[in-house]
């Protein structure tokens, strides 16, 4: 109620402030907003309908008993069959498959025992089929989306978005992937059908009968979730069968907050042909690639000259992740290298990082050589033509709008700001139709005095005294709507030896939805805010720091 209250003043303040009420389309009683999207609009023509149920569901993931998750079963109601493609038995949701200009029409339906709402992350939609979770119906309860695919070609995903459940929701199976095709790629010819794989990976952490276990205490709701189980296409030592012959292979990864260091074991380079918005305008080559949460690599990947019998290792590779320590009474230590972290369990806190640290060399999948045959597609040159975006074509040159990263008293923030449902702040306002350079950093927020005060974890750590001092974490930022490019990204001060280990992993073409900011980087973007107004989330895609509240909103009119 009292929550109810502070929102009602905060919007009657906008009110007096000049700001319409259409300003904020979601803001209302909760019933009013879950009523917004139950119908279907008549006058929308969709080519393809698609019923997409979340619910509950035993699924056999590892050998004995078999897991309980969330999973999202789908269906074509009409159009073509092909929009979507059933994953392995498991949690994953199935794959859909759309089409650049289809007009889609979704209905969802909640029965998990918890509110929740879908999210299609990385695609151009209107706020309101965005799944902003103010939109979160409760269960029982029905929502309607109805969207026309504006994405070229590329690979996106959909999963879950419920204010402080995401993390939860996804780590239990509300995501799958979504592929879009477009004219341009088609004249491509690349790798398709058994040859086009996708490969999502994510980490998981299971109790002796097989349930998923999630969080275990303060610090590594801190950190993020790290499973010690490695799950790809949602299962465990997966093995993939492969022909001599060149793939597709869209990496997608799908974890709550691990960055994984992609390589392959016997040290061939990486080719990448995609990023998270699409295709890139010509294949580059890397010695190893950093993807973090929600980002995606496509890989050209060339199996020909190899032995049928003999097996390929994708890895994850070493890497120095800044360590977390937390000294009760104390400040707190970093540490720049993998393993020498101390995370002694002191009172109890469930401090440890698990048998699988961040930053870990660790084998991913293998690709086993099955069969040899003759032909193989030649890498093209040229991919596609991507829309030139440059400096010159931003409104805001001397003005960057800042997206500033920072840990404060325990709470992962955002311009000094935990997240407010409907609540903007002046630099959050974004005029529509136009091009904006948007500057995220990663900065030192202050340090170690009480715990005690603002940010949800202040509130839950209530009674407890000491201090968190410097604490610097990689961030994976995130923002909805359109995808945006990379134009620089730079270490403003900090431990060079340790960028080292991960800077050649970046790719920095390409378009882009999410980007990690390593602590003390700062990275200039340039993102196009066109066609649709309305509230628009940027937040950090380490999951357990969404949750957390390093969240905000753009307000685009
Ligand atoms: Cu993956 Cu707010 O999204
Ligand atoms: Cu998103
Ligand atoms: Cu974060």
């Known amino acids: 109620m009292k929550d109810y209250d502070?929102?009602?003043?905060?919007?009657?303040?906008?009110?007096?402030?000049?700001?319409?009420?259409?300003?904020?389309?979601?803001?209302?009683?909760?019933?009013?907003?879950?009523?917004?999207?139950?119908?279907?609009?008549?006058?929308?023509?969709?080519?393809?309908?698609?019923?997409?149920?979340?619910?509950?569901?035993?699924?056999?993931?590892?050998?004995?008993?078999?897991?309980?998750?969330?999973?999202?079963?789908?269906?074509?109601?009409?159009?073509?069959?092909?929009?979507?493609?059933?994953?392995?038995?498991?949690?994953?949701?199935?794959?859909?498959?759309?089409?650049?200009?289809?007009?889609?029409?979704?209905?969802?339906?909640?029965?998990?025992?918890?509110?929740?709402?879908?999210?299609?992350?990385?695609?151009?939609?209107?706020?309101?089929?965005?799944?902003?979770?103010?939109?979160?119906?409760?269960?029982?309860?029905?929502?309607?989306?109805?969207?026309?695919?504006?994405?070229?070609?590329?690979?996106?995903?959909?999963?879950?978005?419920?204010?402080?459940?995401?993390?939860?929701?996804?780590?239990?199976?509300?995501?799958?992937?979504?592929?879009?095709?477009?004219?341009?790629?088609?004249?491509?010819?690349?790798?398709?059908?058994?040859?086009?794989?996708?490969?999502?990976?994510?980490?998981?952490?299971?109790?002796?009968?097989?349930?998923?276990?999630?969080?275990?205490?303060?610090?590594?709701?801190?950190?993020?979730?790290?499973?010690?189980?490695?799950?790809?296409?949602?299962?465990?030592?997966?093995?993939?069968?492969?022909?001599?012959?060149?793939?597709r292979i869209r990496v997608f990864n799908g974890s709550n907050s691990r960055i994984y260091k992609l390589g392959w074991e016997d040290g061939t380079p990486l080719t990448a042909i995609g990023t998270d918005g699409g295709l890139l305008e010509d294949p580059q080559t890397f010695p190893y690639i950093m993807l973090a949460p929600a980002e995606r690599v496509e890989l050209w990947v060339d199996f020909s000259g190899r032995k049928p019998g003999t097996d390929l290792m994708l890895r994850s590779l070493e890497y120095d992740f800044p360590q977390m320590g937390m000294g009760m009474g104390g400040g707190m230590e970093m540490h720049g290298g993998m393993g020498r972290g101390r995370m002694g369990g002191r009172g109890g806190m469930g401090m440890g990082t698990g048998r699988l640290p961040q930053g870990k060399d660790f084998p991913i999948v293998r690709f086993h050589i099955v069969e040899k045959i003759g032909e193989s597609p030649e890498l093209p040159k040229r991919l596609v033509k991507m829309r030139n975006l440059t400096e010159k074509d931003v409104a805001n040159p001397g003005r960057p709008v800042p997206i500033a990263a920072s840990m404060e008293h325990m709470s992962p923030l955002l311009n000094s700001a935990s997240f407010e449902m409907d609540e903007v702040m002046d630099i959050e306002r974004i005029p529509v139709n136009t091009i904006q350079k948007v500057r995220i950093t990663n900065e030192h927020g202050s340090m170690g005095s009480g715990m005690g005060g603002r940010g949800p974890m202040g509130g839950r750590m209530g009674g407890m005294r000491g201090g968190m001092g410097m604490m610097m974490l990689p961030h994976p930022i995130h923002m909805h709507g359109q995808q945006f490019r990379i134009i620089s990204r730079k270490l403003k001060d900090g431990n060079m030896d340790s960028y080292a280990t991960v800077r050649d992993g970046f790719i920095n073409s390409g378009w882009k939805d999410t980007v990690l900011v390593m602590p003390n980087e700062e990275i200039d973007v340039i993102k196009p805010f066109e066609d649709y107004t309305g509230l628009f989330l940027y937040h950090c895609h380490n999951l357990e720091h969404e949750d957390l509240g390093m969240m905000r909103n753009f307000y685009v009119s």
Not at 12 to 18: I, P, V
């Open 6 to 247: 502070r929102k009602r003043r905060q919007f009657l303040q906008y009110l007096l402030a000049g700001t319409a009420a259409a300003a904020f389309p979601g803001f209302g009683l909760a019933q009013d907003r879950r009523m917004l999207n139950a119908k279907p609009d008549p006058n929308f023509k969709p080519d393809v309908e698609i019923e997409f149920v979340a619910q509950l569901a035993e699924v056999p993931i590892l050998p004995g008993p078999s897991t309980s998750v969330f999973r999202y079963d789908g269906k074509v109601l009409k159009g073509p069959q092909a929009a979507l493609l059933k994953s392995a038995p498991g949690y994953l949701g199935p794959i859909m498959n759309l089409v650049q200009g289809q007009k889609v029409r979704i209905f969802y339906y909640n029965k998990l025992p918890e509110p929740s709402i879908m999210h299609w992350h990385g695609m151009h939609v209107p706020q309101k089929m965005d799944g902003h979770p103010m939109y979160a119906i409760e269960p029982g309860e029905r929502y309607v989306y109805e969207f026309e695919v504006k994405n070229p070609a590329g690979t996106n995903w959909y999963h879950a978005h419920p204010h402080e459940m995401t993390g939860p929701q996804v780590y239990r199976g509300q995501a799958g992937l979504i592929t879009i095709r477009d004219e341009q790629e088609r004249k491509l010819d690349l790798p398709d059908g058994e040859y086009d794989l996708p490969l999502t990976i994510q980490d998981r952490r299971f109790t002796a009968g097989n349930q998923l276990q999630y969080i275990f205490g303060m610090h590594e709701r801190m950190t993020g979730f790290l499973g010690d189980t490695i799950l790809v296409n949602g299962r465990a030592d997966a093995i993939i069968p492969v022909k001599t012959r060149a793939y």
